[in-house]
């Protein structure tokens, strides 16, 4: 597989529009504009840093995957996400080396990425997502 580039880092947040506030107000890091993820039952700002960019995420539900992550952990660093130029290749080549993975196939995240994360087990606790865009 080919991985080009820190793509974003996750940030699991309990106020979005607070949170992105603080990093415009403090850091001068500009947010590209605010999404909603339905099946990640997510908000999700993006702050562009270079080549890469902060993903700020808020629950929308209590059940949801960054609420459960709050609960358990804190707002916090969530996941770290890598470019790769093929997910498809990346994710066979993953299976063939016998890891394991939370999404077989790619699904769709914000901005019309194509996203898979890898089971944290197999990363020592990193929550890592692999994430192709066009
Ligand atoms: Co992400």
Redesign the pocket.
Known sequence: MNVTRVD?I?FAVKNLEESVRWYEETLGIRSAGVETVAEQKVKVAFLPCGDSEL?LLESTETDGPIARFIEKNGEGMQ?I?LRVDDIDAALRELKDKGIRLLDETPRR?AGGAK?AFVHPKMTKGVLL?LCERE
């Open positions: 974003h996750g993903e996941h996400a995240g996203i997502e």
